[in-house]
């Protein structure tokens, strides 16, 4: 059975822009932060080619080759997908056996496309995205699903195409299904929870695939051909240019960050509608679309597009945890990075991805009698066979030693166990300090009557001595007893609040983790409301992402210019934005009078251990001279 579809080169650059997408957002997902919806430009693709495919199918023949359907979709998916999982497995052994851990639950998810769901019961921590254990396998979520679409859908169509008796009833079914999957989506969403469930959900993603099987019934490719006069060139050329500008919009925009509410309440889902018109657009004759996004760059980059897909993320990981000082180098990892991703998908598609998907039986018997022969020839194929033995061997020796290595769980680690600990007792602590001031202003007394006080004091009641080792004085100590501050942060400072709460008692302090700039920008507005900002501000964000001078002046607007600011620099070694983090934070220090800067970075960029594996979060001892340094900042520059 033969289609007669015609080949549109014009998806090949859809899959570029989608793979080219993805990849920006794992290398910096704050600053390209929608290049996660390129996933979604692959299942509205794939929902509309695969039932395109079928309905010509049944259409012209009357039925469907689902054993076709499925050995090409073998042929296609499975060789670079083993080789991927083999090929991480042999590295992990040999370098780095720590997410050696369930190595072999994950290979047994992906080869049976349970992976996403495994993914929902096994997900990651917020604390493996800074440890050398994070998993170079989270990607393979999206296989999964389309696997679990490649399999149930030529049923489901089946018995759609021979149950319903029009084309409208099936549209109807079709549509029901999908706007059922993204009604889902929105339901499920609870703001402060975490969104695995949501976005690995198969049940939640259905809908991107259902809009493109949808987008077949109506515009099977086929048919583009007759109904639309020539002259309309002009109309679907501008109704690409909106349909392709709204993606960009949105991909660019930061309603699209997957930490916000927007995408799982409507905004993917548009995303998914304006993808589904530009497919229909590239497939048309009369439109301009499919010239634009037909070059030589997109045609190589998409056919390689799953092959680059499924290795960038292994190499990025693998890459980045021999490079401690991506901070430091950013241009030349990034660049590293891409060639090599580049590179090894070349080599993937040359060896494994062409050869599999065209292979025939004479073909193995032929490559196996030539590795086989005693003499020097046939040299580049035995060389061929005895790298992938080896991988093999290593491989399957890493799935075989998985279930004797154990787990590291993050959440269970020192850090978790200190930083959950410290949250309990900062909810405890910040009601009734909330309470207190609403009842009372804070009345400042003034700095130097402060110091009499504290100089008469410290010889009859010492206060904190423990901490005289770590480089601050007695009456620094007294001082800081008398210190109003509001403390707002993220898992740094977090691990350390207890510390900062003994030194500076009568002191706020709200940090956790995962927390950025620019969502907790209200949290100070509701503590000004509450009469719980106080006089001194102390802030330790910029660990999880960058933001902007913009967010900056929007903050301070909110602190406004009578109380004085106390901002942590931050030192994270591991990830792009620490510079521009911190020379943004220079920046606004010359902007802003009232604003100081604590230098932690250049205390721990040489205070190495004091620090956890991560090289981001103080260890215990390291956690008493980070509260330290603060609070004799806090002391000297602080009001009183």
Not at 485 to 513: E, R, W, Y
Not at 603 to 623: C, I, M, Q, R, W
Request: hydrophobic share 45%; charged share 15%; with cysteine.
């Amino acid at each position: 059975m033969k289609n007669k579809n015609r080949f549109i080169t014009g998806y090949s650059g859809l899959r570029s822009l989608a793979v080219i997408g993805v990849i920006l957002y794992h290398l910096n997902p704050n600053v390209f932060i929608g290049g996660y919806l390129g996933v979604l430009i692959f299942f509205v693709l794939s929902g509309y080619l695969v039932t395109d495919h079928m309905l010509f199918s049944y259409q012209t023949y009357g039925k469907y080759s689902n054993r076709l359907f499925y050995l090409k979709r073998i042929k296609k998916l499975y060789p670079q997908l083993i080789s991927v999982l083999w090929i991480s497995g042999a590295y992990i052994l040999i370098f780095q056996r720590d997410i050696l851990s369930k190595f072999n639950e994950i290979v047994l998810a992906n080869l049976f496309n349970v992976y996403n769901i495994w993914q929902i019961f096994n997900g990651q921590s917020y604390f493996e995205r800074f440890a050398s254990n994070e998993s170079p396998f989270i990607h393979l979520w999206t296989m999964s699903i389309l696997g679990q679409f490649y399999l149930l859908w030529p049923i489901i169509m089946y018995i759609l195409v021979y149950k319903l008796r029009t084309k409208k009833e099936l549209f109807i079914t079709i549509s029901v299904l999908t706007i059922l999957s993204a009604i889902e989506m929105a339901l499920l969403y609870k703001p402060g929870v975490d969104t695995s469930r949501i976005y690995y959900g198969t049940d939640t993603r259905f809908f991107a695939l259902g809009i493109g099987a949808l987008l077949a019934i109506v515009c099977p490719t086929n048919r583009l051909r007759i109904g639309i006069k020539k002259n309309n060139t002009i109309l679907l050329d501008s109704l690409g240019a909106v349909s392709f500008i709204g993606m960009f919009i949105l991909a660019t925009n930061q309603c699209m960050n997957p930490m916000q509410a927007f995408p799982y309440m409507g905004g993917m889902f548009i995303f998914s509608i304006l993808t589904a018109i530009m497919v229909a657009i590239i497939a048309n004759p009369h439109s301009h679309w499919n010239l634009v996004l037909t070059n030589p760059i997109f045609n190589w980059i998409g056919s390689r597009s799953y092959g680059i897909y499924l290795y960038q993320f292994p190499i990025m990981i693998f890459f980045e945890s021999q490079a401690k000082n991506l901070a430091y180098n950013v241009f030349f990892y990034r660049v590293s990075e891409i060639i090599l991703i580049l590179l090894i998908s070349e080599l993937s598609y040359r060896l494994i991805e062409k050869p599999f998907g065209s292979l025939k039986w004479n073909q193995v018997h032929d490559f196996t009698r030539k590795i086989l022969t005693i003499n020097k020839r046939y040299l580049c194929q035995k060389l061929v066979a005895m790298v992938g033995l080896i991988i093999f061997i290593l491989g399957t020796i890493a799935i075989f030693t998985a279930p004797t290595v154990k787990a590291k769980n993050a959440d269970n680690s020192p850090l978790a166990r200190q930083i959950k600990k410290n949250r309990r007792k900062q909810l405890e602590d910040n009601k009734k300090i909330i309470a207190k001031a609403k009842a009372n202003k804070v009345k400042l007394a003034g700095k130097e009557k402060i110091v009499n006080w504290a100089k008469r004091r410290m010889k009859a009641n010492i206060v904190n001595k423990d901490f005289e080792r770590y480089g601050i004085s007695q009456l620094d100590l007294q001082l800081a007893q008398k210190l109003c501050v509001t403390a707002i942060g993220d898992s740094v400072m977090a691990g350390s609040s207890q510390n900062l709460k003994k030194m500076i008692p009568s002191s706020l302090v709200d940090a956790t983790v995962s927390r950025q700039l620019v969502p907790t920008i209200n949290l100070f507005e509701k503590y000004k409301q509450n009469g719980a900002l106080y006089p001194n501000v102390l802030i330790g964000l910029g660990t999880n992402g960058p933001f902007k001078m913009s967010d900056v002046d929007n903050l301070m607007r909110i602190l406004g210019d009578k109380r004085r600011v106390f901002w942590v620099n931050v030192y994270v070694p591991s990830r792009s934005w620490q510079q521009p983090v911190n020379q943004l934070l220079s920046q606004a220090e010359k902007k802003y009078k009232n604003l100081y800067i604590i230098n932690w970075n250049g205390f721990a960029k040489n205070h190495s251990k004091l620090l956890y594996a991560d090289h981001t979060h103080p260890n215990v001892e390291g956690s008493k001279y980070y509260s330290v340094m603060i609070t004799k900042y806090l002391v000297e520059h602080g009001k009183f």
